[in-house]
Every structure is written in structure tokens, then in C-alpha cells.
């Protein structure tokens, strides 16, 4: 059995929020070339992503949001939604195949058809909150995956590890009054969007990092806080909101981490599953905007899944 699955779809690249808007199509292309670069292609399996449902979106967001994002979306150039975040004709396609990566994924990792998976997509989706696209993110596609693996499946405990750069805001917000749902964030602060370091929910671990942090910071924190509160909610499945622009040759943050710091945070994640009794984890791609240093730590972080 192949172990690990490659999720995406050529619709996600229809998104395009402008040419030199940093969250842009070259991003998959990127991580596509160096997959094949590094020879991953022998060894995963690649799947294109459903497109989401209605009943699969609004588990995550209200009806009228839903409602509302179908009605922005144009028929011809860009519409800003906020400064930072614009609709394009494509970017529904777009969106809907992302989120329906996540929910491919968690239907084929909880029938054994592979044990874990990795969702090449865009847009990205933490920081869109129960009813507000902002920061280049439309539907929070890990919220969607998490939630039909409560829904679709019974699970009762969930856990969602981000360590992008920046706090998954509308992760948190969609999932504050829900227990089932352990969040544990690692991010910049003070940062974009300001958020995560006061009154977090009790069932959240957020952990806020000074800019400047390296890998040894990164990896201290992560193994005495991150770790084993992980471990105290016993997560039937863990879902990764997999960023990297927390990488030093990411302009979009301060930090400074190198594949070597994804891999082995990649391995503390696969650890706790199998403390949990499963090997159980969907991944999905969220932030990472140079080009190089995304594809590096993305092929890293597989590899990794992937016990290559």
C-alpha cells in the first residue's frame, strides 16, 4: 500500500488574485516541479480533488457566507473583498476543489486506503473565519475536512496543528465552542492578524513566537507544549495546516526554520498519532510564498509523511 496521497487539481491554479499578488498559481507549480525533481513521484499516489458540496461547506460556514462568496465572484477581472483578498472568475473552482482535497482525503485515510496525505491547493483557508474571507483565504478548508470527520464518520476528538507563520484566526473562530476540535497553533506575535495570544478557547494550544525564532525555538516549544497537549486530547485524527512561510527565506515572515525543522515536527505530529493508537493525519497546504524555499520544505515535509 502506498502510505501517502498527493491531493490537488489543475482548477486551483484558476485562482488569481493578480501578477504580483504573492498567494499565485506559480506556488503549485513550483512544488509540482520539485515533486518531480526529487523523484516523489515514484513513490506517493496522486488523486484529483473532488469539488466540495454545499452540505460539506456549510458544516464549516454559514449558508448565506456560502450565498455570498458565489455572488462576489466575477465574471470578468478581480474583485477585492479587503485590501489583501480578491475574487477572480476562477477562484471558486478553485476553492471548492481545495476544500474538497481535504474531504477526499479524510474519506480515503479513515477507509485504510492510505494512511496519510498531503493537499496541494490554493486558496489557502485559516484565516477565513465562519462568515469573513480576509488573508488571501475564501473557505478554511481544514475546517471543512476536520468537521466531515466528525460529521461523516463519528469522531469525537479532532486535532488541527498549524504552524504557518501567521495564527489560523478563522480556524480558531470556527471551531471556539466546539471541544471535539483541539487547536494547536505556533505562529509569529505581535503579526498578522494580531490575533491567537489572548483568550484563545480552553480545549486551544497557542503557542506565540517572537520574530527572529530559529529552528531550536521552533522545536523547544513544539516538544514541551505543543506535544503533549496533543497527547491530552487523544485525537482520533490530526489534520496539519501546513504553512511555511515561517521559512528564512520567506519575506512574508520573520522566523527562521529550514526543511530540517519541518521534517521533524512532521515526525512529532506522526509520533502522536501513533501514540493515539493511528496513523491517521491529512495535511494541507496553507501559506509559503517564496518560491524555492516552499517547494523545498513542501517535497521535506512529504518525505517525511512518507517514512522516505
Not at 496533543?230 to 528564512?248: E, T
Amino acid at each position: 500500500m502506498t502510505t501517502t496521497a498527493f491531493i490537488t487539481h489543475r482548477d486551483c491554479w484558476l485562482h488569481d488574485m493578480g501578477s504580483m499578488h504573492p498567494e499565485c498559481p506559480d506556488r503549485l507549480a513550483a512544488i509540482n516541479d520539485r515533486l518531480i525533481a526529487a523523484g516523489l513521484d515514484m513513490y506517493i499516489s496522486f488523486y484529483d480533488a473532488p469539488v466540495a458540496t454545499r452540505e460539506q461547506i456549510t458544516r464549516a460556514h454559514p449558508e448565506s457566507y456560502f450565498d455570498e462568496l458565489l455572488a462576489n465572484a466575477p465574471e470578468h477581472g478581480i474583485r477585492h473583498l479587503d485590501p489583501d483578498t480578491a475574487m477572480s472568475p476562477g477562484t471558486m473552482k478553485a476553492a471548492l476543489r481545495s476544500a474538497g482535497a481535504g474531504v477526499m482525503a479524510t474519506d480515503m485515510v479513515m477507509a485504510g486506503e492510505i494512511e496519510n496525505a498531503f493537499c496541494a491547493i490554493r486558496p489557502p483557508g485559516h484565516h477565513a473565519e465562519r462568515a469573513k474571507a480576509m488573508g488571501f483565504c475564501f473557505i478554511n478548508n481544514v475546517a471543512v475536512a476536520a468537521r466531515h470527520a466528525l460529521s461523516a464518520h463519528g469522531l469525537e476528538r479532532v486535532a488541527i496543528v498549524d504552524f504557518d507563520v501567521h495564527h489560523g484566526n478563522g480556524t480558531e473562530d470556527i471551531f471556539r465552542d466546539d471541544p471535539r476540535v483541539m487547536m494547536a497553533g505556533i505562529f509569529q506575535h505581535p503579526f498578522y492578524p494580531y490575533s491567537g495570544a489572548d483568550d484563545p478557547p480552553a480545549h486551544n494550544c497557542n503557542v506565540p513566537l517572537p520574530a527572529g525564532t530559529r529552528g531550536d525555538g521552533f522545536r523547544q516549544v513544539f516538544g514541551d507544549i505543543i506535544v503533549p497537549a496533543l497527547r491530552s486530547h487523544n485525537p482520533q485524527m490530526i489534520f496539519i495546516s501546513a504553512g511555511f512561510d515561517a521559512h528564512y527565506e520567506d519575506d512574508m515572515g520573520s522566523m527562521g526554520l529550514l526543511e530540517a525543522d519541518y521534517i521533524w515536527a512532521t515526525d512529532q505530529i506522526k509520533g502522536v498519532a501513533e501514540d493515539c493508537g493511528h496513523k491517521r493525519i491529512v495535511s494541507l497546504l496553507e501559506g509559503g510564498y517564496s518560491l524555492s524555499s516552499l517547494a523545498r520544505s513542501v517535497v521535506a515535509h512529504i518525505k517525511a509523511l512518507a517514512d522516505l
